[in-house]
T-cell receptor, first 114, second 116 residues
Framework: ETGVTQTPRHLVMGMTNKKSLKCEQHLGHNAMYWYKQSAKKPLELMFVYSLEERVENNSVPSRFSPECPNSSHLFLHLHTLQPEDSALYLCASSQQAGSSYEQYFGPGTRLTVT | AQSVTQLDSQVPVFEEAPVELRCNYS??????LFWYVQYPNQGLQLLLKYLSGSTLVKGINGFEAEFNKSQTSFHLRKPSVHISDTAEYFC??????????????FGAGTTVTVRA
């Protein structure tokens, strides 16, 4: 595997379910990010981790819970979601956390909440 | 805080024709500027970036962009497009000033459809 991988690629869940999204980066980077991409809206930054420490939580509801066990893996735990949470969730990584560093994106997980 | 406006939501263009995608930003501080491309069913990929120096930036796949500070613009151009350039293009901006500012602010995207 190369670059940034995300699993699953597609996920359908009910509002009472609990599920997790997984992201893995194979680039030796120190920073990882979660974004939400909704149709015709700008990407929304959700969380930023630098060296496994959360450095940004962009006013995300508590039904989204991130976890970064090491610098290569990032999870997004989901519970009691709402239909408006349906979107493409993108993971990204960069060499360091900082505004000048290029971010490398995974293919995303298409989430549908029913 | 920074914000980005992509002035065209959709741009249809014929193969081998030139294309320009317009991006304007607003910020009270100096910025870094980026263009990303998203092909169908894929994540975003960096096309080019402006950090400092020459205002004309060349990127991958024949794309280039020009930073215009007075007009707060960073328009993307390609002189001759291919069918494979069909994708969504995102302009993004981040702050130069705060070293711990991780936020990359994206525009809403421009969908480019190249027709034969």
């Amino acid at each position: 595997e190369t670059g940034v991988t995300q699993t699953p690629r597609h996920l359908v869940m009910g509002m009472t379910n609990k599920k997790s999204l997984k992201c893995e980066q194979h680039l030796g980077h120190n920073a990882m990010y979660w974004y939400k991409q909704s149709a015709k809206k700008p990407l929304e930054l959700m969380f930023v981790y630098s060296l496994e420490e959360r450095v940004e939580n962009n006013s995300v509801p508590s039904r989204f819970s991130p976890e970064c066990p090491n610098s290569s893996h990032l999870f997004l735990h989901l519970h009691t979601l709402q239909p408006e949470d349906s979107a493409l969730y993108l993971c990204a990584s960069s060499q360091q956390a900082g505004s000048s560093y290029e971010q490398y994106f995974g293919p995303g997980t298409r989430l549908t909440v029913t | 805080a920074q914000s980005v406006t992509q002035l065209d939501s959709q741009v249809p263009v014929f193969e081998e024709a030139p294309v320009e995608l317009r991006c304007n930003y607003s910020s009270s501080v100096s910025v870094y500027l980026f263009w990303y491309v998203q092909y169908p069913n894929q994540g975003l990929q960096l096309l080019l970036k402006y950090l400092s120096g020459s205002t004309l930036v060349k990127g991958i796949n024949g794309f280039e962009a020009e930073f215009n500070k007075s007009q707060t613009s960073f328009h993307l151009r390609k002189p001759s497009v291919h069918i494979s350039d069909t994708a969504e293009y995102f302009c993004a901006v981040s702050s130069q000033v705060r070293s711990n500012d991780y936020k990359l602010s994206f525009g809403a995207g421009t969908t480019v459809t190249v027709r034969a």
